[in-house]
């Protein structure tokens, strides 16, 4: 089946300085893949749309300047953290959805990000 | 409203024991629905698409009631690897939104 790869899967950081974590679609074209944070026993929460070629669409609170997304090819989307803070810190995830199987949304592995 | 609900829970069951859950969705143009299961400190997985139809694999069985627009995850015969969190999530507008139920935590003991 589809799967989603994003590197790294964990990242230490000192304040101040800016994380980029990947994510691949690695078998089929994602024209939008999405990017979530997830806090100690709380659910996903969507912070960007990010599509293939344009800018992408960030949720309400979250600021654009400090999230950055590229989504340069319709398999890579990036996120760059900029001078991250540690209440930066948490669990980073992507997703993608593969049109052709149902729009089933696959997500990749995680990225833990601890801002010192 | 939330686009969709799920009870946190926890639910604490026994092996063996059979349980249910629900999650309702606040928009009738909701087009997909699926439940993943996530266990800590990972990202969610798949479990199953809900279908029409209700479908069925193995010891999990998911229902879609469009008319209340909710669905279900029944898990029969609980195991203690079942233990995680379940996440309800519908999709609309062709793939370009899914929503996120807050996850119910189920714990199976033994």
């Known amino acids: 089946g589809a799967v989603v790869s994003q590197h790294p899967s964990w990242v230490i950081c000192k304040s101040g300085t800016s994380v980029k974590i990947e994510c691949r679609s690695l078998?089929?074209?994602?024209?939008?893949m999405f990017w979530y944070r997830q806090f100690p026993k709380q659910s996903l929460m969507l912070m960007a749309t990010?599509?293939?070629?344009?800018?992408?669409?960030?949720e309400q609170g979250v600021e654009k300047d400090k999230f950055l997304i590229n989504h340069a090819s319709l398999t890579l989307s990036t996120l760059t953290v900029t001078s991250a803070h540690p209440e930066d810190s948490s669990f980073y995830i992507c997703?993608?959805?593969?049109?052709?199987?149902?729009?089933?949304?696959?997500f990749g592995e995680g990225s833990r990000l601890t801002v010192l | 409203r939330k686009e969709v609900e799920q009870d946190p829970g926890p639910f604490n069951v026994p092996e063996g024991a059979t349980v249910a859950f629900n999650c309702t969705y606040s928009?009738?143009?909701?087009?997909?629905f699926f439940w993943y299961r996530q266990d800590c400190r990972k990202e969610p997985k798949l479990l199953m698409s809900?279908?029409?139809s209700g479908n069925e694999d193995g010891r999990f069985t998911a229902q879609l009631n469009r008319a209340s627009q909710y669905i279900s995850l029944l898990i029969r015969d609980s195991k203690l690897s079942d233990s995680a969190t379940y996440l309800c999530?519908?999709?609309?507008?062709?793939?370009?939104?899914?929503?996120f139920g807050s996850g119910t935590k189920l714990n199976v003991k033994p």
């Open positions: 997703s993608a959805c593969d049109r052709s199987v149902t729009g089933e949304l696959f």
């Open positions: 078998d089929f074209q994602a024209t939008t």
């Open positions: 990010s599509n293939e070629g344009s800018k992408a669409t960030y």
């Open positions: 928009n009738s143009a909701s087009q997909s």
């Open positions: 809900v279908y029409s």
């Open positions: 999530v519908v999709n609309r507008d062709n793939f370009n939104k899914f929503y």
